[in-house]
């Protein structure tokens, strides 16, 4: 496919409404190795299709009238600016899927299925409660031709992990990261409709252990740590307007982006069956 991404910083600002939500969603990973050399994608199937990922509980939390999965996903977070109101390690399941079914019938349905309601008003297209022992939240939007459904399933505490299982090909060689980036949440993502099939989506903090209320590194020093590193390598691009920094590496995108303020941001890793 060769497809680019123009959509990366519309993606991370977009995510940045997603993380604030706490029934919307991110636990500090490792940082990564040195750069080795660049690990080769999966082989294509014949045809690329979205699936509910392993462990979706759709047993208890079966997609209402689905015609499409349009994205599956898995987070393991654990936002230190979120703990208190998420309650720490959390590990959720998103998809996004397409229905013909009205959106208000939709938002009736798993309001049928929930016990324990935190939110069940469905005026604004949007519902929170429980179903079994899974706290799910909802959100329903209507496009051109099809309904939308936005749904984060969270597991119970007891089950949750702080390694995302679906990290075992994590090419973890693949972009060298300073000692002050501290993970906190790691996503795998299966698009449909997007500039690429799959990819890996890291969010880390930039330390703060000088104690001087600001990160240990600025965006310049960060934006020099990749260009020695990486500015070589195909497709490189620093946009310091946009707080970005792209490249490609086999066949993988690379995209490194920064919240305002510097203090925070994303690394994505993404990749199509097809290359």
């Not at 208000?104 to 949007?126: I, N, R």
């Not at 600025?218 to 990486?230: C, F, G, I």
């Not at 303020?261 to 890793?269: H, M, P, S």
Request: glycine content about 8%.
């Amino acid at each position: 496919m060769n497809r680019i991404l123009p959509f990366a910083l519309a993606l991370l600002l977009a995510l940045v409404v997603v993380g604030c939500s706490p029934a919307e969603e991110p636990a500090p990973g490792p940082d990564a190795p040195a750069a080795e050399a660049p690990a080769e994608a999966p082989e294509a199937p014949a045809e690329w299709t979205v699936q509910l990922l392993d462990g979706f509980p759709d047993d208890t939390v079966p997609l209402y009238k689905s015609d499409l999965l349009d994205t599956a996903s898995y987070s393991v977070r654990d936002d230190p600016q979120w703990r208190s109101v998420e309650g720490g390690l959390r590990n959720i399941h998103h998809v996004v899927y397409h229905t013909a079914a009205p959106t208000a019938e939709v938002l009736e349905h798993y309001l049928g299925l929930m016990g324990e309601k935190k939110d069940a008003d469905p005026s604004d297209g949007t519902i929170e409660g429980t179903i079994g022992k899974h706290t799910v939240w909802i959100n329903t939007t209507e496009e051109s031709s099809y309904n939308a459904v936005y749904m984060s399933v969270d597991l119970p505490k007891a089950e949750v992990t702080e390694s995302n299982p679906f990290y075992a090909d994590y090419p973890a060689g693949l972009v060298e990261v300073p000692d002050e980036f501290v993970f906190f949440e790691d996503k795998y993502y299966e698009y449909l409709y997007r500039n690429t099939d799959m990819a890996y989506w890291r969010q880390f903090d930039i330390a703060d252990r000088d104690g001087q209320n600001g990160p240990d590194l600025s965006l310049e020093d960060v934006y020099a740590y990749y260009q020695e590193r990486y500015g070589d390598k195909p497709e490189f691009a620093l946009n310091t307007d946009a707080r970005m920094i792209t490249w490609t590496d086999g066949q993988y995108h690379i995209v490194m982006a920064f919240y305002e303020g510097g203090g925070r941001g994303v690394l994505e890793i993404v990749w199509d069956w097809e290359g």
